[in-house]
């Protein structure tokens, strides 16, 4: 059991209380704004405000968690025993920053409600977050200001135990494109042979029709791969399937497609199956809910976590909308053309509504990095991926939380150049995680 004193409070401090003293570091909470109660309790306690008491450890408060509206943060970035922090304080306090505001700053993603200039997709881009300018993106942050909490409690109440999150790996798969060249109508088939032609892609054209005309099986079917892997290793999968309306970003099969549900449900014999919404039903409700209501009808099964198509996010639209069609988890929590920690943490955590000031019952799961960041984006070749990801590996191991990579199905097919070679990679991956 910790005390933890302020002079008021609030679903903010509350919040962030909760996530690193419960969840991260495993203690029972109690709090106070009775001074006398704290000053006389023998419990290990902390001193959450701006007045200094000889007893326990005081950690000088930000405004921030006291505060009801979203407005421009005075971060000071700084260092404090080599770990990058936010929100400086006083010589008097027993830690150089506040670690609760800074924790609630990221993992609230207080920076994504303020004006930004959006990419080409309209998200929030990695180059505009504060990790980002202060090169902490690869660190998890909130994991690590927890520990140095730990280690000043420890320090005055010796016989304190703590109980750090549990690693654990899961493998996922987003499913944006199901078949490359089988199941898409004659018109896309005749469209997909004109552009081969005029491109001079003979070996395409061959390849495309054995599939269509000789049976071979499609190269973007490779759950088998995925399957083998499974058995051989013992990890699970969780597999997100885009099922929404053709659209330019959406090109995956129709929903309507029997080869397409055939294929998720025998996907869904075997691994756990969320929704991919599509990258137009980011801003149409009732497209969301068509493709999380016709999903569940194809497998018969509750369709409970989303990972957003093109990691589209929008604070506070997007988890409003999982909410009202009650999903409980989404796994979208990322950067599309960076890898590292988008919320600072690498553990699991629930929505707070800045809006509202209300934490949600959604659970957001971090992910560290996805296939497409080192070969679209960074430009990488699987030998020079491999150290960053040994590199998240360990860092998961160390903190604790939920190892979970983003793959896509059409990469394990290692049918373009630019994906040969990823396999090993992801059986290294795999090997060294579980």
Not at 246 to 255: A, H, V
Not at 399 to 404: A, D, K, N, P
Request: hydrophobic share 40%; proline share 5%.
């Amino acid at each position: 059991m910790i005390l933890l004193y302020t002079t008021a409070m609030s679903p903010r401090i509350r919040y962030v209380a909760r996530l690193v003293f419960q969840n991260l570091l495993g203690l029972e909470l109690r709090f106070t704004h009775d001074k006398e109660e704290y000053l006389l309790s023998t419990l290990p306690k902390i001193n959450y405000s701006r007045d200094f008491l000889q007893s326990g450890i005081y950690l000088q408060c930000a405004h921030l968690l006291f505060e009801t509206d979203i407005s421009e943060q005075e971060l000071k970035p700084g260092q404090y025993k080599g770990v990058p922090t936010l929100f400086q304080s006083s010589q008097q306090s027993h830690l150089p920053f506040d670690p609760l505001a800074a924790s609630f700053y990221l993992v609230s993603r207080y920076e994504e409600y303020m004006p930004f200039i959006p990419d080409e997709h309209l998200r929030f881009p990695a180059q505009e977050s504060i990790l980002y300018k202060m090169d902490a993106l690869s660190i998890p942050l909130v994991n690590a200001w927890a520990e140095i909490i730990a280690d000043l409690l420890k320090e005055q109440n010796p016989n304190i135990e703590f109980r750090k999150p549990e690693y654990q790996f899961y493998n996922s798969v987003d499913i944006d494109n199901a078949a490359a060249f089988l199941g898409k109508g004659i018109f896309r088939a005749l469209g997909g042979y004109l552009q081969d032609i005029i491109s001079l892609n003979f070996r395409k054209v061959w390849a495309r029709s054995r599939c269509i005309f000789f049976g071979e099986k499609d190269p973007f079917d490779t759950f088998d791969f995925v399957l083998s892997m499974q058995e051989k290793y013992k990890f699970q999968t969780i597999y997100f399937a885009l099922f929404g309306r053709m659209g330019q970003y959406d090109r995956s099969l129709t929903r309507y497609s029997t080869r397409l549900q055939r294929y998720l449900k025998g996907i869904a014999d075997f691994c756990e199956m969320g929704i991919h919404p599509s990258y137009r039903s980011n801003d149409n409700f009732d497209w969301l809910e068509e493709e999380i209501t016709a999903l569940q009808r194809v497998l018969k099964k509750d369709i409970t976590k989303s990972r957003q198509h093109f990691l589209k996010l929008k604070f506070p639209s997007t988890y409003r909308n999982l909410l009202q069609l009650e999903l409980t988890d989404d796994y979208s929590m990322g950067y599309a053309s960076e890898h590292g920690f988008r919320a600072g943490i690498c553990t699991p955590f629930r929505f707070y509504d800045l809006e509202q000031e209300i934490e949600t019952p959604l659970v957001i799961h971090p992910f560290p990095f996805m296939d497409g960041t080192f070969i679209y984006y960074l430009k990488q070749k699987p030998a020079d991926a491999w150290p960053i990801i040994k590199y998240y590996i360990e860092t998961y191991r160390k903190y604790g939380g939920e190892l979970i990579p983003i793959w896509h199905n059409r990469i394990y097919s290692e049918k373009e150049a630019e994906w040969e070679g990823w396999n090993e990679v992801f059986e290294k991956m795999v090997k060294a995680a579980v």
